[in-house]
């Protein structure tokens, strides 16, 4: 229990936070923009028959320092190598191949993931399809109570099948990323994930506002009928319903104001594998942004949810302490980053984003820095 001297810091603490949500929404980037990190296989026309090197360095350092029942704080400190050999056959068409590499520095192995890479890249203008290896992790763009940002760091690699359109206009992602295949006997059931993520951009010239609906879904399934697993067969469902209102400024200080409401369900349709077989949630985002720097405010409010990829600290159920549950989760969290491209082929983000409990009183934070080279060279044609 909280002593009466701790407790007015604490309130002061909760209304800000609630305040300046409120003033940055009037004119409102809000769910995490993880540009920096994305890492997308690239077209270039000038590249038409030709074969070439690629290779992608990321270098991270995520701790979370929190103590808290739901999710125990630890840190993730590595670094990952992604080299490949590509082949443009023309405009359309492109194949690459390598290896992915982990480590977290101080394992008791020399390496934490070492696995063979490839994909087949089809483009039409706009729509893209990827075949093997996927643009996957938070190249999704989901929102993190669905889709865990340190799944860059620890499933980096997923593998199946993607359609894809980007453009300014519309974002569209569907994939199936098949995580465990099994043969005849097998002691664990087949597992694979779906999402969909579908953004469409909306001008609107009132005060140059762009305006995009957000639908956003998840199923994590676990079956199969060749297998011996006495866990019977099962279906999560995690689905997000929101709203970007989204400001950009070609001059002054501020460059970009951002607010973005969602809510969001968790259903469970077979199996007792978890407490609650359905929940729901709220949350909120208000971002302001100024040159390469952001600040970002975000309220939670969760009923009964759970996302099996979503960032735990979301969860009504503990990660950490089993059997533990919190029913209803009520959080808020302010989130600074820092992100610029270094050199020609380096970029960095820093944040810093501390999360303060409602419920348990209690504040905890987090630290990250991520550095990333990018480089590209041309062999010549084939």
């Not at 190249?139 to 997923?158: G, L, Q, S, T, W």
């Not at 501390?354 to 990333?372: A, I, Q």
Request: net charge positive; hydrophobic share 35%; with cysteine.
């Amino acid at each position: 229990m909280m002593s009466s001297a701790k407790k007015p810091p604490v309130i002061l603490f909760k209304y800000v936070c609630i305040s300046i949500c409120l003033l940055i929404s009037y004119n409102s980037r809000a769910q995490v923009n993880n540009l920096f990190l994305y890492d997308p296989i690239t077209f270039n026309a000038g590249d038409s028959g030709r074969i070439g090197f690629s290779v992608i360095n990321n270098n991270y350092l995520r701790n979370t320092e929190y103590y808290n029942n739901i999710e125990v704080g630890r840190t993730l400190f590595g670094y990952q190598l992604i080299p490949s050999l590509y082949y443009q056959v023309n405009s359309h068409i492109k194949l690459q191949g390598g290896l992915f590499v982990r480590k977290d520095f101080g394992g008791d192995e020399p390496y934490t993931t070492v696995t063979p890479t490839f994909t087949l890249k089809l483009k039409n203008n706009n729509w893209q399809i990827l075949f093997g290896t996927l643009e996957g992790s938070i190249n999704h763009r989901m929102v993190e109570p669905m889709f865990d940002i340190a799944a860059y760091i620890e499933k980096h690699m997923e593998n199946g099948f993607q359609l894809k359109h980007v453009s300014d206009k519309f974002f569209f992602d569907t994939w199936i990323n098949w995580e465990k295949f099994i043969e005849r006997g097998a002691t664990e059931k087949e597992m694979l994930t779906t999402g969909l993520n579908l953004q469409p951009k909306i001008t609107v010239t009132i005060n140059q506002f762009s305006v995009t609906p957000i639908i956003q879904g998840m199923l994590s399934h676990r079956g199969g009928q060749i297998d011996k697993d006495s866990i019977s067969f099962y279906v999560i469902a995690n689905y997000a319903a929101g709203i970007r209102f989204m400001k950009q400024n070609n001059t002054g200080f501020i460059s970009e104001w951002r607010f973005e409401p969602y809510l969001l369900r968790y259903s469970l349709n077979d199996g007792n594998i978890y407490p609650f077989k359905e929940g729901n949630a709220i949350y909120i985002n208000a971002t302001v942004k100024a040159k390469n720097l952001s600040v970002m405010f975000s309220y939670w409010e969760g009923n009964s949810y759970i996302a099996p990829k979503g960032s735990p600290i979301y969860s009504s159920l503990s990660l950490d302490r089993p059997g533990h549950i919190e029913p209803n989760r009520h959080l808020l969290f302010i989130r600074l980053f820092y992100e610029k491209k270094v050199f020609e082929h380096i970029s960095m983000s820093a944040r810093f984003e501390p999360v303060y409990d409602l419920k348990n009183s209690l504040l905890d934070y987090s630290y990250s820095l991520y550095l990333t080279y990018r480089g590209n060279w041309n062999f010549g044609k084939k």
